[in-house]
């Protein structure tokens, strides 16, 4: 079975400066999509970043980036430039390409705080 | 518009009655979840519909019974409700891969309904 780990319960980080999310993940499929969702305390779920498991090119979503390493089965997120609109919770989550069990598998969560 | 409605938003009840949380996505997905979130922010996926036929059932206490009318609609009955029942309980849908199409892969989540039972 699938698993998604993020060993960092809390993290902060000073206004404009740079942040970055641990998400380690286990699988033996080749062929994924693993998300970073950003839960306000509005708890609405926000997506932040999308990544294919096919694709080498770390995606990028403005001051959003990912550090996507498929061989170390690592996810990591980096947030430039963090403003105070950024303080939430970070889910990392791991789905299957295949649709038959493509249910979404969330890590433990982060809880970021941005100090002014 | 929203994408992915739920209601109630808030729902406080007894231990013993039972609820009904509805769910109701307008983004055209044929596929659609309902996701439990601990006191500990732990989500955990219950159940999926796709095209309503159940496709995935986690272990979940037989007190908690979906049902989808049709593929724009999944509503999550519990039974006998349960001091540890309390929780934010998240819809979410998506779209299968359709044979040439593209898929983000993505869920998209209503704003959730805690549940409160006392």
């Known amino acids: 079975a699938q698993t998604v780990t993020q060993s960092q319960p809390e993290m902060s980080v000073q206004e404009a400066e740079t942040v970055t999310l641990s998400c380690t993940y286990d699988t033996s499929e080749s062929d994924y999509y693993l998300f970073w969702y950003k839960q306000p305390p509005s708890r609405q779920m926000i997506l932040v970043i999308r990544?294919?498991?096919?694709?080498?090119q770390n995606a990028t979503e403005n001051r959003f980036s990912v550090n996507f390493q498929k061989a170390a089965k690592s996810f990591s997120l980096k947030i430039s430039d963090s403003q105070l609109g950024d303080a939430a919770m970070y889910f990392c989550?791991?789905?299957?390409?295949?649709?038959?069990?493509?249910?979404?598998?969330f890590g433990q969560g982060t809880t970021l705080q941005v100090k002014p | 518009d929203t994408a992915v409605s739920q209601t109630p938003k808030y729902l406080v009840t007894q231990m013993g009655n039972d609820k009904s949380i509805k769910c109701e996505q307008n983004?055209?997905?044929?596929?659609m979840y309902w996701y439990k979130q601990d006191s500990k922010k732990f989500l955990k996926i219950m159940f999926s519909?796709?095209?309503?036929?159940?496709?995935i059932n986690e272990t979940v206490p037989n007190r908690f019974s979906p049902k989808s009318p049709d593929k724009a609609h999944l509503n999550l009955h519990i039974n006998s409700l349960e001091l540890g029942d309390s929780a934010v309980y998240f819809c979410?849908?998506?779209?299968?891969?359709?044979?040439?199409?593209?898929?983000?892969?993505?869920?998209?989540f209503g704003e959730g309904s805690r549940l409160t039972v006392l």
């Open positions: 989550a791991y789905r299957s390409a295949s649709w038959n069990t493509g249910k979404l598998i």
């Open positions: 519909y796709n095209n309503k036929e159940l496709i």
């Open positions: 990544q294919e498991a096919y694709k080498q």
């Open positions: 979410a849908s998506s779209q299968r891969s359709l044979t040439g199409g593209e898929n983000t892969g993505e869920l998209f």
């Open positions: 983004l055209g997905h044929d596929t």
